[in-house]
Structures are given as structure tokens and as C-alpha cells.
């Protein structure tokens, strides 16, 4: 069966310092991935996706990069953060149509 | 662009029924639906592919008006269980999904 691990669970950072999220997929081949984050008491705003290995689209202009280096890891990262920065981060993937997602990452920066 | 959802909130009581509508001003590949709990990721609950397709999980079922870019979901007597905040999400043929702001529903005994 297809799961996805995405961590760490929690994350406290200070501002200006880098950012590394990783998303594996397993039990299935080829998904599309997904960064999302979502403020508190917010909506899912749509940050990253990808197709494929090397292809990213992004949603949104700012200090935020992700990468895909394997069909099945999807890595989301900040070289400087910024106290905006703060949210839940959520990874999902897709196959054939839903999409699953990871348990999240509480980003605080402080 | 993300879709627009309505209404924001609701609150019913259990055996209540509610209807949460969502838009989309470009065309539509599919429409999803998910229910988020408080603290927990977003889960899954339908997908409509077709213009005039409708779905049922448990009580709650959805509809797709392609030619209108509208989807409506269905919650009919209502459960505690059905508390949470509900997201549409809208794919487009290059696979991107995109969701609304989320409808927040509060089933009270």
C-alpha cells in the first residue's frame, strides 16, 4: 500500500536561518507532488508541484524553492526564513486523481 | 486560481442538513473534495470527473455542473462526526490542484 512520510513534525527556527522539509512517497511510482501551507485557521494555499523528476511549477514568488531529486522525494526549502514563513506545510501526492496527504509540518520561526 | 467557496461557516445541529458550493471562473478537469479536522491533514472524501457526476460517501455526496465550473457538497443529516472544515479542490489538466479557502462546519448535539 502507498504511504507518505513527511518530517519533522514540529519545527522551531530562527529568522534568517535556512529550511529543509523532506516528503518521501512509497508504494507507488511516477506521483504527482505537492507543497502546500496553510496559515492557522487558513485555507491550503498551494506553493509547489511536480509531475516528474526535475519538473517543478511554482505557485507562489518568494524565499521558498522545492526539488524533486527522485521520482518519489519532494524537498521544499528557504535559504533565509522570514517570520511569514510560520504555517503548517503540508506535502501530498497523486496518482489517479486524489490526492493523499503527509501528516504536516508546524513551521514556527521566531 | 483558487476556487471560491461559500459559505464560510456553518452551524448545524445533528440530523441537520447543509450545502457547501464551490466555483471556479476556469474550466474544470475534476473537482475534489477533503475534510480537514483541527490539527490533522486534510483527508479525502470524493472526486468528480465528469460534468453531472455525483458521488456519495456515508451521508455526504457532491455534484459537478462542468458547464457552470461549479461543484455543490451535500450533507444530509448531519453527524458529530462530520465536524471540520471541508476543502474543494480543483485540477486543472496539467495536474495542478488548487483549493478554496475552506467552509468550516460545527455539528452540535
Known amino acids: 500500500s502507498q504511504t507518505i512520510h513527511q518530517w519533522p513534525a514540529t519545527l522551531v527556527q530562527p529568522v534568517g536561518s535556512p529550511l529543509s522539509l523532506e516528503c518521501t512517497v512509497e508504494?507507488?511510482?511516477?506521483?504527482?507532488l505537492y507543497w502546500y501551507r496553510q496559515a492557522a485557521g487558513r485555507g491550503l494555499q498551494l506553493l509547489f508541484y511536480s509531475v516528474g523528476i526535475g519538473q517543478i511549477s511554482s505557485e507562489v514568488p518568494q524565499n521558498l524553492s522545492a526539488s524533486r531529486p527522485q521520482d518519489r522525494q519532494f524537498i521544499l526549502s528557504s535559504k533565509k526564513l522570514l517570520l511569514s514563513d510560520s504555517g503548517f506545510y503540508l506535502c501530498?501526492?497523486?496518482?489517479?486523481?486524489?490526492?493523499?496527504f503527509g501528516q504536516g509540518t508546524r513551521l514556527t520561526v521566531v | 486560481q483558487q476556487p471560491v467557496q461559500s459559505p464560510q461557516a456553518v452551524i448545524l445541529r445533528e440530523g441537520e442538513d447543509a450545502v457547501i458550493n464551490c466555483s471556479s471562473s476556469?474550466?474544470?478537469?475534476?473537482v475534489h473534495w477533503y475534510r480537514q479536522k483541527h490539527g490533522e491533514a486534510p483527508v479525502f472524501l470524493m472526486i468528480?470527473?465528469?460534468?453531472?457526476e455525483q458521488k456519495g460517501h456515508e451521508k455526504i455526496s457532491a455534484s459537478f455542473n462542468e458547464k457552470k465550473q461549479q461543484s455543490s457538497l451535500y450533507l444530509t443529516a448531519s453527524q458529530l462526526s462530520y465536524s471540520g472544515t471541508y476543502f474543494c479542490g480543483t485540477e486543472s489538466r496539467d495536474y495542478k490542484l488548487s483549493f478554496g479557502a475552506g467552509t468550516t462546519v460545527t455539528v452540535r448535539a
Open positions: 508504494g507507488t511510482s511516477n506521483p504527482n
Open positions: 501530498a501526492w497523486s496518482v489517479t486523481g486524489e490526492a493523499f
Open positions: 468528480l470527473l465528469k460534468g453531472g
Open positions: 476556469k474550466a474544470l478537469y475534476s
